[in-house]
């Protein structure tokens, strides 16, 4: 079956310029969550969807970053005026009640650059 | 994707070899652990959990030992193999519940014929 699928898997963009990435998780799955990964540094928490429950946001490191899940499925997290040290592989990863215990399965992330 | 965990701490073995990663976790309210596996260019996998009511856990070739005295955590690989080279994350849940993880900063398993 299809695992978690995201894109682009590469986007360079200028400093200043807004960004939407994409997730698509495992259907069925409730919960979506999205972390950023800087070069040679662990995962970092952004953000948490579960089924219709306001999201958990407290990882977002500033308000130009935002995230919506439309219809339960799809997410899109926005930076905008985006700043060099955005730079980083972010990763999207999702999980189903019906699992073990928060077993997130990861999407290959997308790498922003932002020059 | 992008290669991740250039300046990562490294642990190189001989394939064949035993390896042994460590972590120390941070939350003394964490009561569920894993271990992930991330390959190059690729998301992270789940490889092993543990929960805290437990001190071992085994997996096929990989076993999880925790120590919650001193916040300790590590996963064993036995007969290393060329393709279990990757960079090796243990993540707990803190007191968020089971579903907002914390990550540590990850080792890099280097295997070498």
């Known amino acids: 079956g299809a695992g978690v699928s995201q894109s682009p898997s590469n986007k360079v963009t200028e400093k200043g310029k807004d960004v939407e990435l994409r997730c698509d998780p495992i259907s069925g799955h409730t919960a979506l969550y999205w972390y950023r990964q800087s070069l040679g540094q662990g995962l970092e928490f952004l953000i948490y969807f579960q089924g219709n429950s306001a999201p958990d946001k407290s990882g977002l490191p500033s308000d130009r970053f935002s995230a919506e899940r439309t219809g339960g499925s799809v997410s899109t997290l926005t930076i905008q005026r985006t700043q060099q040290e955005d730079s980083a592989v972010y990763l999207c990863?999702?999980?189903?009640?019906?699992?073990?215990?928060?077993?997130?399965?990861f999407g290959p992330g997308t790498r922003l650059t932002v020059l | 994707g992008e290669s991740v965990g250039l300046h990562l701490p490294t642990l190189s073995v001989q394939e064949g070899d035993n390896s042994i990663i460590n972590c120390a976790y941070s939350?003394?309210?964490?009561?569920?652990f894993i271990w992930y596996k991330q390959e190059s260019g690729k998301g992270p996998q789940f490889i092993i959990d543990i929960r805290s009511n437990m001190d071992k856990r085994q997996g096929q070739r990989v076993t999880v030992l925790l120590n919650k005295t001193v916040k300790h955590l590590s996963l064993q690989i036995a007969a290393t193999q060329p393709g279990d080279s990757a960079v090796y994350f243990c993540?707990?849940?803190?007191?968020?519940?089971?579903?907002?993880?914390?990550f540590g900063a990850g080792t890099r398993l280097a295997v070498h014929p």
């Open positions: 939350n003394s309210a964490s009561d569920y």
């Open positions: 990863a999702s999980s189903s009640p019906s699992g073990r215990a928060n077993e997130q399965f």
């Open positions: 993540a707990e849940n803190g007191a968020g519940g089971y579903n907002k993880l914390i």
